[in-house]
């Protein structure tokens, strides 16, 4: 299965134990089209016994490659990439305390953890050596990974720093992220962000969202969210031009960017909802 044919009309919508897959354009309050749904429980059958207590609670899914897997982060420890229309586990491998996943050129996989013991938070993969750990670098309490294909740089959100990097030996055996530079953010407590524009990320954090123009190197409050509070995830989609945010309850809200109210709430009482995202 492939949603192509809905571009950006559909959102991959998690928390708890599910992942819900539904037309957030046809749907408004506590009404939603449901296209597709995923229960942790279906993996169990395919991964070692351990993995049941790793993939709970969810904490993050992204629809990848042309709209065909999805990459699926759990924060008791586990990463998977899953193929929507087998439902079969392609890839898995535990990352404690894992946030946020992205699939990087040459079949990499950067992961950002929230604490370890050592402080590597962020580590590479390979997707075909889920056992071996590629790399490691240090981030405090890390929430968001976003790689920008047309900079071919991974941007990397921790409690109070950005981090930006390059890959390095993309074909060898050790390749590598190497650091390009490192910001200190307006505010405490980065949870997620999202390219508005080329060149332009929206920080979403405990104290509001900030935009951030890269180039420039420029934190500047966001007025259209100044009032929403702590967000959990925050998503940009350019047709509509809305904003679509999450708190970690059962409600989540899209919000055009040039207005000062939520458009419209999408409500869903049977999950707490985590982050939800547009396919790529």
């Not at 968001?144 to 074909?171: C, P, Q, R, V």
Request: glycine share 4%; net charge negative; proline share 5%.
């Amino acid at each position: 299965m492939s949603f192509n044919s809905y571009h950006k009309e559909i959102a991959a919508v998690c928390g708890d134990d599910t992942v819900r897959i539904i037309n957030w354009n046809e749907s408004e309050g506590d009404r939603y089209e449901l296209i597709w749904s995923w229960n942790i429980k279906e993996a169990f059958a395919q991964l070692p016994a351990e993995y049941e207590n790793y993939l709970y609670p969810l904490d993050e899914c992204k629809i990848v490659t042309q709209n065909t897997q999805l990459l699926i982060t759990a924060s008791a420890g586990a990463v998977l990439l899953l193929d929507i229309a087998t439902r079969q586990c392609l890839f898995y491998a535990y990352a404690p305390l894992a946030h946020s996943a992205e699939i990087l050129p040459q079949n990499r996989l950067a992961v950002v953890l929230s604490t370890h013991k050592d402080g590597n938070c962020i580590r590479l993969y390979d997707l075909n050596e889920p056992d071996r750990v590629l790399y490691k670098d240090r981030l405090y309490f890390g929430h968001a990974a976003i790689w920008d294909s047309y900079s071919e740089t991974l941007y990397a959100l921790g409690f109070s720093k950005l981090k930006s990097y390059k890959l390095d030996n993309w074909d060898s055996d050790a390749p590598t992220l190497q650091r390009i530079k490192t910001w200190t953010l307006p505010m405490n407590a980065g949870h997620d962000m999202c390219f508005i524009d080329t060149g332009e990320l929206l920080i979403a954090g405990r104290e509001g969202v900030y935009s951030f123009r890269i180039e420039e190197e420029l934190f500047n409050p966001f007025p259209p969210l100044a009032e929403t509070g702590s967000l959990k995830s925050i998503n940009y989609d350019p047709i509509t031009q809305s904003l679509i945010y999450t708190k970690g309850e059962e409600k989540w809200w899209t919000h055009r960017v040039y207005e000062d109210m939520p458009f419209k709430y999408i409500e869903m009482k049977d999950m707490r909802i985590y982050k939800v995202r547009l396919p790529e």
